[in-house]
């Protein structure tokens, strides 16, 4: 399955199933370079291929879902997140943006893993489409705007 | 990672190599141009050297000299300027594009096959199928490595154009060959001459360029000698004078051209010229240009006037020896400039004619001798000679060096401080600074390949450069430091990468010098490259790409690209990320294939992958790069691949994409508009769901007169309704053909769809229209336009009134005129119907009726549709425009049958049927019929009866015989009887009419009447579905029309009502393709409730006695009370005011009913709504004279009206309705269930005789078998005016005491029936129940109502009392009366205390057949009261059964008497 990203304009973030690596949710704020966000996500997942396979022989088990900052580029930072399911999760963030953490990052990125565990849950969710919840929606918006002062 | 041809260490030596430079004499020049070549062209192939040099070291350490390659120029060559440079690297990038029809190279990545390069563009499109495939076959070949031969090229190219700089003397040349031919009359002088000419060139300051290493550049001197045109003596005396001036190691004579004339057409020479020829036509840039513009088919005139010969010259540096008078050592220019102009595109002629293979072993030998005896000592000797110079100057050492130099150096130190950055940068040492002579020495070192000696050097330089702040050399001595350390052999030390680093940030930030950070960077990607450290390089490379040269940045980013797919887990994201990067920086240079390539390869990676915005941007690209490069092909797929998916872009987004597409489609389609017309991708086609319908399009009705319904496209099918009409069919057709059906029926479809079978080919007539259902389905959020939208087929002629098939035509297909749009041009054969304009809008989904009208008989195939697909422009002003843009295009109907599933190949394999609905044969004319109704109502009281009309009319050219109607409800209608008169009235005429035939007659005792069933068409107990219609003369002739009276009446059940009509109607001769044809009728009728009727029918109890004779006689025969209860049940209370029971009619083979015995004064019942009432009469049996013997099939009618007007009964449309009414107690079912009555019935026919025929005779004894006929009229208000409806309602009796209703009981529990296919076990209680039983005989006490009777004189008082017995049976009776009374019930000796029977308490009597028999009896009181004489108890059996049934009698009804006591 692939992952999800969310992107926020100056961020995006992205869910993406774990085998595939197709996007399940793309969201992106402001929409309108879209397209070169698909392409940095896409690109950050070789990346995340490379951080699982060196830390999952180490520690298969006990491998901390949070990857950390994937790479910097020059305007953007790309930080990703694997669940034990091997969902990927990519949020980008305009790199101007220093109020941003890490421990903030890492709150985003549970409260998207919890709010994707809600998806999952949903019994009339057919695992693998492209996820189209309002819920989700929200929590993602509101990521957003807990923090105005890295959005746009 | 791009591989290499050379190993990295070829590379580097390569790329640094001793340079040597050519001075040649006119003469000289003269004969190497024979062979279509310049000196230094001549001698190119042979620069590497194949065997081993040596040289020693400063320390007399023997260096080998591997692989050498030296580089041979004219002196006057010069690099080109930046601009040209520029241009010549994008013409050998283009110049090389992959090859075509190679294996490609896959590279396997992780969960990735990509195939990079080669075939990438065919096998990298999406829409390519296989691409799968076709990868896993080729990775199992032996390519793994890709290859990026453009940016090689591009590499040697720069490498080779690079400037000689002043803080390096790698490219500066070392030494001059002075090359003069052996004809000349004085060689010796002519060499002096070029000598001196050398000299000038270098020293005199005149020209900037060439660079030379060492003021005293080393001089070899070349007598040239042409064997075939000169004297070898000469030559050789020549050369011994020569080496007497020069030393035998400073002149060579080369003697060359031993062949003479051109070589013979069959001896095949190597030409070792053509491969360089390429490369050196990097000097003249013209004869790639013109390589490229076959390649890449560019306007080939522009590239010449751009590149014009005159303006090379005109161009030509004034810093370089360009002596005209020494035109010859520009020769390389000339040469080419005249190829170029004379054979544009022609194989370029042949280099080295005149030269045979001991020549080129000549030349060889000659390079071999010069740099073994020439060059390589010339530069031990320097390098020496510097050595010596810097440890002399070491005894100063180098920190008296440096100290000096901070002392004196002040000129320097100020000068830095002044403006430190920029000066740095541009600092410049003398030719004779110290600093350089190490540099300088270092270059000889690397030159040679000794390379710890030069890293010590460069170490060294370097150290003084940074110190000295000159950037410049400092980033020029790191480079070489770092390379030198790499190529090190032995124990090399780690390569110094951050050198390299240093020096091209240097380079690039410090010194802004591009093309020196370029070449840093290539040299360090390939040795970081060599040792795996893809990350690094890609980092590198991808540092390198700037905005300044896009053909730059777009290599290095493939470069990179590469370089993250080679890496030890490979980052195939990122490859492909670089590689769009890459190709996007290709088509910014102008180098559209190359950026085509790179998109294709990415999208190997994206393709399928769920992003779908990159996909289709990739795609987008892919189509418009397909499109410049004239490869429309790929183009109008890539655009198409975007369009079909469905798309998640805008709705601008999608309409920009479309237009795109239909401009590349037209440009497309435009030059082969000839041909047949291309496939379009939209709007999609559901072929499946298309439909096909043969027959005109329904006309709606017309005033009074409603067509038939028929079948048309509007109506869904319905499995159902499908199978009602084909049994009806079938029915029909059975009838039609006495009773037999053929095996190969089908019944006749008029619509084929997925749902019907479509394995035969359907029959069409001709002049008669069909029409095709298209589903379209637009996946875009843009309205697509389609216009001159129409059908395509092919025709095959055939002439079938002819024996054996007929006469085969030749086929026809309108595909061309449709491809020019003249869809109707065919149209005698067949005419097709265009739609001129069909909008689908945003994802909507929308069908299309296209028709086609054959003209001729023969075999039809529809094989698709033809339309030019365009967009709607939002605004008005651009309306002209937008109808320019839309593409003539075709799609195919291909319908896929069902799939087969029925012997084991079949369902092992997926197979499919045929499915022909869309290839009809078109037989010769059938005759057509259309059907009107007149009048015909829609909705109906239950039972309700009205006249409408029905008109058939023969549209057809051929007459019509044969005509029949089949139907679900054959009780709804009838078109009277064959007694009844057909006199064609006209509707209106009859419109305020009864439909009843009346007579006028007071109400009296009943009328009657006997009819034959035979006469209404029914013969035996089924009722006709199927109803033939009397034609005149059995023909309906074209263009006839016949009206005839249909009387309708409304279903016994309220409710809607379905009513399926099948017309059925033959040609009159037999058409061996199309049997007979149908017409269907499907009336919709709405009942709504009128009266219930309930009848009882109740043995009489009197007897025969009083009365006249003939009556007595018919009561003989048996009578009975007919009870009727009539209730209004209609709920309109607006509608219907009241109801009128008229009259009351029986209809029965054995009973009539006899006379109204009705106590009510009003002989008119009217029943308000809600209103209930009760009509009483006695039936008896018809008389026996009236029962012949064929009166036993025959109907006896009897009327009892009830007003002032008789309604005869006996005809139509009351009789018709009578015989066609529904059995009452067995409701309708279903096929299945008949089958299992069947078996039902068969099962019982071996019965017990005995207790069957006992049975039957108990049964028939209670049977009555009397129906009853309501006739009614209604008042009803419909729009402020009264109408009188009139209606019938029947009621069947059958037994007697059970009540039977006019309308069927709701079916209670209509439990699912199981169908059981072993037949029943005949019902073990076969015998007559009790109930049946007591109908044996009736009972009736005859006594004096009241009784006086003076008790106190006599205290007993005796009543006479007559039992009448009567045998109601047909058989002997038994009876036993008992009068004792029951003591055992408690309840009767309360009740019966007070009397008793006198007499005989039991008789034993014998009943014959229908006997009446009277019993008198005495009864004994003993006081006054009322007793009930009803006690006796009346056994009965069959006489010949034995005891065990005798039974007890009914329970008589008290008998009431009463006794007065006077």
Known sequence: MEICKVFFHLSVSVILSPLQNYPLYIRSVPSQSELKFHYTVHTSLDVVEEKISTAGKAMAEQRELYLGLLYPTEDYKVYGYVTNSKVKFVIVVDSSNTSLRDNEIRSMFRKLHNSFTDVMCNPFYNPGDPIQSRAMFTMVSGLKSDKCGWLV | ?1462
Not at chain 2, 276 to 293: A, G
């Open chain 2, 1 to 1462: 990672m791009a591989q290499c041809a050379q190993s990295v260490q070829e590379f580097i030596q390569d790329s640094f190599v001793p340079m040597v430079s050519v001075l040649c004499s006119e003469d000289a020049e003269r004969v190497t141009r024979k062979n279509n070549l310049s000196f230094p062209e001549l001698l190119r192939p042979f620069c590497r050297l194949t065997s081993e040099g040596h040289l020693r070291d400063p320390n007399n350490q023997v260096v080998v000299v591997k692989g050498l390659r030296i580089s041979v120029t004219g002196v006057n060559t010069r690099s080109p300027n930046s601009g040209e440079v520029r241009k010549l690297l994008s013409q050998a990038v283009s110049g090389c594009q992959p090859p075509e029809g190679l294996p490609a190279n896959v590279i396997t990545a992780g969960d990735y096959d990509l195939n990079i390069s080669d075939r990438s563009v065919k096998a990298s499109v999406p829409w390519y199928s296989d691409w799968k495939e076709m990868l896993t076959q080729l990775s199992s070949s032996k390519y793994y490595t890709a290859t990026t031969p453009w940016f090689e090229a591009y590499r040697e190219n720069f490498l080779q154009s690079m400037p000689a700089s002043d803080h390096e003397f790698l490219n500066h040349y070392l030494a001059c060959m002075l090359v003069v031919s052996s004809r000349e009359a004085v060689p010796t002088e002519q060499f002096l001459k070029l000598s001196q000419e050398q000299h000038r060139i270098q020293h005199s300051g005149e020209y900037t360029y060439p660079k030379w290493f060492i003021p005293n550049t080393l001089k070899y001197y070349v007598l040239l000698h042409d064997i075939s045109d000169g004297d070898e003596q000469r030559a050789d005396s020549v050369y011994e004078d020569m080496k007497q001036r020069y030393g035998t190691q400073g002149c060579y004579l080369l003697k060359i051209n031993s062949r003479t004339g051109a070589a013979g057409p069959d001896e095949q020479m190597p030409d070792p010229w053509s491969q360089y020829l390429q490369k050196t036509n990097i000097h003249s840039p013209l004869y790639i240009t013109i390589i490229f513009s076959e390649v890449d088919g560019l306007d080939l005139s522009d590239v010449v006037s751009e590149i014009h010969p005159l303006k090379l010259e005109q161009s030509a540096d004034p810093g370089f020896p360009g002596n005209p008078s020494k035109a010859v050592n520009s020769a390389d220019t000339a040469r080419t400039q005249k190829q170029g102009s004379v054979t544009p595109g022609a194989a370029p002629t042949a280099h080295g004619a005149c030269l045979t293979l001991n020549d080129h072993d000549r030349i060889r030998q000659f390079i071999q001798e010069f740099t073994f005896r020439g060059l390589l000592p010339h530069i031990e000797k320097n390098i020496r000679q510097l050595n010596d110079q810097l440890v002399s100057r070491k005894g100063l050492s180098r920190s008296l060096f440096s100290a000096t130099k901070k002392w004196f150096g002040g000129g320097k130190v100020p000068e830095k401080s002044i403006a430190e950055l920029k000066n740095t940068a541009g600092l410049l040492y003398p030719p004779e600074a110290p600093e350089l002579q190490i540099r300088k020495m270092a270059d000889l070192c690397f030159l040679v390949q000794h390379y710890e000696l030069a890293y010590s050097c460069y170490h060294t330089a370097k150290k003084d450069f940074l110190s000295d702040q000159a950037m410049l050399y400092a980033a020029g001595s790191l480079e070489m430091a770092a390379v030198s350390a790499f190529l090190q052999s032995g124990a090399p030390r780690p390569y110094p990468a951050h050198y390299m680093e240093t020096a091209i940030q240097t380079y690039r930030d410090v010194c802004k010098n591009m093309v020196l950070a370029e070449r840093c960077a290539l040299l360090s990607a390939e040795v970081l490259k060599s040792q795996a450290k893809y990350s690094d390089a890609a980092t590198l490379l991808i540092k390198m790409t700037s905005e300044d040269s896009d053909l730059r940045s777009a290599l290095l980013l493939e470069q990179a690209a590469h370089c993250f797919i080679n890496m030890r887990s490979p980052m195939v994201r990122k490859f492909a990320f670089h590689m769009i990067l890459s190709g996007h920086r290709y088509s910014k240079a102008g180098q559209k294939r190359h950026a085509l390539r790179c998109y294709c390869q990415a999208m190997q990676v994206y393709k399928g992958k769920g992003w779908t915005l990159a996909e289709d941007h990739i795609n987008f690209t892919i189509g418009r790069q397909s499109f410049t490069l004239r490869q429309p092909e790929n183009a109008v797929a890539a655009f198409r691949h975007i369009l079909i998916n469905d798309s998640k872009q805008t709705a601008t987004q999608q309409s920009a994409f479309l237009r795109e597409y239909l401009y590349v489609y037209k440009s497309l389609s435009q030059p082969s508009n000839e041909g047949s017309l291309p496939q379009l991708p939209l709007p999609c086609v559901h072929s499946a769901q298309t439909r096909v319908f043969f027959g005109h399009e329904p006309r709606l009705a017309e005033g009074e007169k409603q067509a038939a319904t028929h079948v048309w496209l509007d109506q869904e099918f319905d499995q159902e309704q499908a199978q009602l009409w084909a049994e009806l069919e079938e029915q029909v057709v059975a009838v039609a053909n006495r009773g037999s059906v053929h095996i190969s029926f089908q019944p006749t479809q008029y619509c084929l769809s997925s749902h019907t079978e479509n394995l035969r080919y359907p029959f069409a007539v001709v002049e008669e229209p069909m029409f095709v259902e298209v589903v379209f389905r637009n996946p875009l959020k843009v309205p697509l336009v389609l216009s001159d939208l129409s059908l395509l087929w092919k025709f095959t002629t055939k002439d079938f009134s002819k024996p054996q098939g007929g006469t085969t035509g030749e086929t026809i297909t309108n595909e061309k005129e449709a491809a020019a749009g003249k869809a109707t041009a065919l149209n005698d054969i067949i005419s097709t119907e265009v739609i001129p304009e069909f909008t689908v809008g945003l994802e909507e989904t929308k069908v299309a009726r296209l028709k086609l009208l054959p003209h001729k008989t023969g075999e039809l195939h529809v094989l698709g549709i033809v339309y030019n697909l365009g967009t709607r422009e939002e605004d008005n002003s651009a309306s002209e425009a937008s109808q320019l843009m839309f593409v003539r295009g075709r799609q195919d109907l291909e319908i896929q049958g069902p799939r087969l599933n029925v012997t084991k190949e079949e369902k092992t394999s997926v197979r499919h049927g045929p499915d022909r609905r869309l290839d009809p044969i078109i037989t010769p004319p059938m005759p057509l019929l259309e059907v009107f109704f007149i009048n015909f109502p829609t909705g109906l009281l239950c039972g309700e009866i009205r006249k409408a009309w029905v008109e058939f009319v023969n549209v057809s050219a051929v007459p019509l015989a044969g005509l029949r109607v089949a139907s679900t409800h054959p009780e709804f209608f009838t078109f009277g009887s064959a007694t009844a008169d057909l006199t064609p009235v006209t509707p209106t005429a009859a419109e305020h009419c009864s439909a009843y035939k009346t007579m006028v007659t007071p109400p009296s005792d009943a009328a009657v009447t006997l009819v034959s069933p035979a006469a209404f068409g029914i013969t035996g107990d089924n009722r006709p579905t199927v109803v033939e219609i009397p034609l005149t003369g059995g023909v309906l002739g074209p263009g006839e029309a016949l009206q005839i009276p249909l009387w309708l009446r409304g279903p016994d059940r309220e409710g809607v009502h379905e009513i399926s009509f099948l017309f059925y109607y033959e040609g009159l001769e037999k058409n061996a393709k199309l049997g007979h044809r149908v017409l269907r009728h499907k009336a919709v009728i709405c009942a709504s409730r009128s009266l219930s009727v309930r009848a009882t029918a109740c043995r009489s109890n009197t007897l025969p006695g009083r009365g006249k004779r003939d009556e007595r006689e018919e009561e003989r025969s048996g009578s009975m009370l007919v009870f009727v209860d009539v209730e209004n049940i209609n709920t309109s209370e607006a509608g219907v005011r009241e109801f009128h029971i008229v009259q009351v009619s029986s209809s029965s083979r054995q009973w009539r009913l006899h006379k109204c015995i009705n106590p009510a004064g009003d002989k008119d019942s009217k029943l308000a709504s809600r209103e209930r009432g009760k009509l009483c009469f006695r039936a008896t049996r018809c008389r026996t004279q009236e029962a012949t013997s064929d009166a036993l099939e025959k109907y006896t009618f009897a009327d009892l009206n009830l007003g002032n007007e008789q309604i005869v009964s006996s005809t139509t449309p009351c009789a018709d309705f009578f015989f066609r009414r529904g059995p009452p107690s067995e409701p309708r079912k279903g096929g299945v269930i008949t089958v299992g009555g069947l078996l039902r019935r068969q099962s019982l026919t071996p019965a017990n005789s005995t207790d069957d025929s006992m049975t039957s005779i108990v049964r028939k004894c209670s049977e009555v078998e009397l129906d009853i006929i309501v006739l009614w009229k209604a008042y009803v208000v419909e729009d402020n005016k009264q109408l009188i409806l009139e209606g019938q309602l029947h009621v069947a009796l059958q037994t007697i005491g059970k009540e039977a209703c006019s309308l069927s009981q709701k079916e209670e529990a209509q439990e699912m029936v199981l169908l059981k296919f072993k037949p029943d076990l005949p019902p073990p209680a076969s015998r007559p129940s009790l109930e049946q039983l007591s109908h044996l005989i009736k009972t009736c006490l005859h006594y004096p109502e009241s009784y006086d009777h003076p008790f106190p004189q006599k205290s007993l008082c005796m009543v006479p009392v007559t039992l009448t017995l009567s045998n109601c049976s047909l058989a002997q009776v038994d009876v036993i009366i008992d009068l004792r009374h029951k003591t055992t019930s408690p309840e009767s000796l309360e009740v019966h205390g007070s009397f008793t029977w006198l007499g005989q308490t039991q008789y034993k009597l014998q009943l014959r057949p229908q006997e009446v028999h009277g019993l008198s009896l005495k009864a004994c009181f003993f006081q006054a009261g009322v007793y009930n004489l009803g006690t006796p108890r009346v056994f009965a059996k069959l006489a010949q059964s034995g005891t065990m049934c005798e039974t007890s009698q009914q329970s008589a009804m008290p008998a009431l008497i009463i006794i007065n006591s006077v």
